[in-house]
């Protein structure tokens, strides 16, 4: 029952520096997010993906790119780190959407703890 | 679109009952609600689908009114491991989602 994995869970990163967080789901979902939490603000949309091969932008996209190459694996790249990116990032997945007729809840992952020096 | 969570902090004791409030300025269709626990992961605790629906959770229970665009989760003779931080979510249009700021509870003995 590992459920939503993220690797790795703590990296410090110079500025500049690119990385790759990976978040893998083996229940089977559609839908996978990547969410960055900073203190009192909750967690914010980077980026999700309604499929395989499918990305779309969230509400703070600007800076990340990524990728969902297989169903289960959702990619989420820094390519010049930024001291502003310092965060916890969290990847979360859903049976189907959220909203609309399938109103699905998001499972999470533990988390992984992002320096940027 | 993110929705507003208030208070920001609730300080109660063991068996005392507390109110969060969700509101969005924007029309809400749903509201989902998590719980985070210190150094964890988020929690899904329940999904409101219907204006005026209530649902409920052991002794955690919340309210939809979609006229008013506000929900509210109901934590009735609190225990110790009800401590943690509760979001509110939104779901919004091409299948975006957002969350409120949280609310920190601490429960004391």
């Known amino acids: 029952n590992a459920g939503v994995t993220q690797t790795p869970k703590f990296r410090v990163l110079k500025t500049g520096q690119s990385m790759t967080l990976l978040c893998a789901q083996d229940m089977n979902h559609e839908y996978m997010y990547w969410y960055r939490q900073d203190p009192g603000m909750g967690l914010r949309l980077i980026h999700y993906s309604v499929g395989e091969g499918t990305t779309a932008k969230g509400e703070v996209p600007d800076g990340y790119n990524v990728s969902r190459l297989k169903k289960q694996n959702f990619l989420l790249g820094l390519e010049s780190a930024a001291p502003s990116q310092t965060s916890v990032y969290f990847c979360a997945s859903s049976y189907k959407g959220t909203g609309g007729s399938s109103n699905q809840p998001q499972h999470f992952g533990d988390g992984t703890r992002l320096s940027i020096l | 679109q993110q929705p507003v969570q208030s208070p920001q902090a609730v300080i109660l004791r063991e068996g005392e009952d507390a109110v969060i409030n969700c509101s969005s300025s924007?029309?809400?269709?749903?509201v989902h609600w998590y719980r985070q626990k210190h150094g964890e992961a988020p929690v899904f605790l329940m999904i409101?689908?219907?204006?005026?629906e209530q649902k409920g959770h052991e002794k955690i229970s919340a309210s939809f009114n979609e006229k008013k665009q506000q929900s509210s989760l109901y934590l009735t003779a609190s225990q110790l491991s009800y401590s943690g931080t509760y979001f509110c979510g939104t779901p919004a249009n091409f299948n975006k989602f957002y969350f409120g700021s949280g609310t920190k509870l601490n429960v004391k003995p």
């Open positions: 924007k029309a809400l269709y749903s």
């Open positions: 409101l689908l219907k204006g005026g």
